[in-house]
């Protein structure tokens, strides 16, 4: 289910099935392999006309898209159940809602945040000059992106990227490929021809959207597939920014609000069927609360609904390995307070809580991505730190506690990217804060001012009206420039250095240029 590749070169398709029901959906052909080149060359050459559009018509044709978007919004949550099984509820907050909220802010604050940044120029040093620097698109990005949310992650590059001037291939998930497509669609109708092109495949054409060096490359998706992005990117001498997924924890406190906790924890590791890089993938818990606060999240899990709250899992891959973690963790010990086995509909795996887990079990070390959720007790809340930072992962992380100023101590010195208290998972949605990872979770950020720095390069320009012969710095070298040189920096000293400085410069000022002819 999810998307299945039959054929080869250019005679490959997709065949789309919906993960509900197994029921096949749709056919969706393949861009050939060796089409990718081109489609980065016509992408280049749209580019320019694009980036001289400059930022206005660029703005008024983006807003175009936000609008096209809107009104096919409904089509976009009945494609999210068709292509990834999401419930309605959740396609509407997190694909379309959140989706609002980044057109909205980009077009809001765009101006500002491409505003050329002036360079600061002392006018004793530097007379006369001036200088800024600007952000300027790399040129065409490439744009790989995966299957679990397949609007939101694509737009979180697209629309900044458009905005400041980029071109962008798009090669989606061949597991969402008529979302993809959709995006693509909406696209080419607001915006000139060749702006936005959709490479539809697998990893074939993955590989060749890298060999066909487009300027940047913004990938987010597996960590094997990252690392192959990222070495035949340095290989190409391409600019990359990966987000490659977690093992998230929360860490509940003795003092937690215990019912919001668990409704936070249980939502947090449970929406999206688990299938989002900040699930909740660990739970520790204060031993002393740790009783209480199991009960609450049984009670809660038990009441969720299959598809209707949680949907299936998209790929039989992704269910083999929420199998096989639920498995290896029972028989080694484990004990599965809900769900367990995946007994359908289509690949619908139930909520699973796991308790009496160790920290040597596959459920604890490696990226599940499915709805499983292990809670472990902790003694003291060093113990529980310090079994998050062992993790290779680092994207985000949470701390629930009524002690606010405590739960931001903790969570500001843990490594992730994003850490929340009394929270979780829910920053991807604000497009105004930085989304990244570190460690294993990859590098590179989504959203916010900080995403123009992977899709623009600075670029300095600095401007000179002086009109003398020569500037101090300049031929020939001589005692009087090494005085001018010294002097300048005794006076930034304290005590009587700083007399002896402002002679030393002024003496070589008036003879810096004695012996030149």
């Known amino acids: 289910m999810g998307g299945r590749i039959e054929g080869t070169g250019d005679d490959a398709r997709i065949l789309c099935f919906d993960p509900r029901s197994g029921e096949r959906r749709a056919e ?10 081109g489609l980065v060359e016509r992408a280049r050459a749209a580019q320019d006309a694009w980036f001289e559009l400059g930022l206005d018509g660029r703005r008024r044709a983006v807003a175009e898209l936000h609008r096209a978007f809107l009104a096919r919004a409904d089509e976009v949550v009945a494609l999210l159940a068709e292509e990834c099984g999401r419930p309605a509820g959740e396609a509407w907050t997190s694909e379309v809602v959140a989706n609002h909220d980044l057109f909205r802010w980009w077009l809001g604050h765009v101006d500002d945040l491409l505003t050329p940044t002036p360079v600061d120029l002392d006018p004793l040093s530097y007379p006369r000059k001036r200088g800024a620097v600007r952000l300027l698109p790399r040129g065409v990005v490439g744009l790989i992106t995966p299957w679990n949310l397949p609007v939101a992650i694509p737009l979180r590059t697209l629309v900044p990227a458009l905005l400041a001037g980029n071109a962008v291939v798009f090669k989606p998930s061949e597991h969402s490929p008529r979302t993809g497509a959709l995006l693509g669609e909406l696209c080419a109708a607001a915006l000139p021809e060749g702006v936005v092109t959709v490479v ?36 190409l001498g391409l600019p990359v920014s990966l987000e490659l997924g977690g093992k998230d924890a929360a860490i509940v406190l003795a003092d937690a609000e215990l019912d919001r906790a668990a409704a936070g924890v249980v939502w947090g590791a449970f929406a999206f069927a688990g299938q989002n890089c900040a699930a909740v993938e660990r739970c520790y818990v204060d031993a002393g609360v740790f009783d209480a606060f199991v009960e609450r999240v049984v009670e809660r899990t038990r009441r969720l609904r299959p598809l209707a709250d949680v949907g299936p899992l998209v790929t039989p ?6 199998e096989r973690h639920v498995r290896e963790a029972v028989a080694a010990g484990a004990r599965a307070l809900t769900g367990g086995r995946a007994e359908g509909p289509g690949l619908y795996h139930p909520p699973t809580v796991l308790v009496d887990v160790t920290e040597d079990m596959a459920v604890m070390r490696e990226e599940t991505f ?15 730190i310090a079994a998050v930072e062992a993790s290779p992962w680092g994207l985000t ?24 208290v009394n929270n979780h998972g829910f920053t991807g949605a604000l497009p105004s804060a ?5 460690k294993g979770s990859g590098h590179g950020v989504t959203n916010s001012r900080f995403a123009l720095y992977e899709l623009t390069r600075p670029q300095t320009v600095v401007v000179d009206a002086a009109r003398g012969p020569r ?6 070298y001589n005692d009087a420039l090494a005085r001018v040189a010294s002097g300048m920096i005794a006076l930034s000293r304290r005590g009587g250095e700083r007399l002896q400085g402002l002679r030393a410069a002024l003496s070589g000022f008036i003879h810096r240029w004695k012996d030149d002819p």
């Open 28 to 37: 969706v052909p393949c861009t050939p392999p060796g089409a990718v080149a």
């Open 200 to 235: 539809q495949g697998g990893a074939e054409q993955g590989r060749a959207l890298v060999e066909a060096r487009p300027d940047a490359l913004v990938f987010t998706g597996s960590a094997r597939t990252g690392r192959a992005i990222s070495e035949a990117a340095g290989r």
């Open 317 to 322: 891959e992704q269910l083999a390995i929420v």
């Open 370 to 384: 499915g709805p499983v959720l292990p809670i472990v007790p902790f003694e003291r809340p060093e113990d529980a």
């Open 397 to 420: 992380a949470s701390v629930w506690t009524r002690d606010l100023e405590l739960g931001e101590t903790l969570a500001s010195n843990l490594s992730v990217g994003v850490a929340t």
């Open 434 to 438: 930085a989304w990244g990872g570190t």
């Open 471 to 476: 500037e101090l710095w300049w031929y020939p």
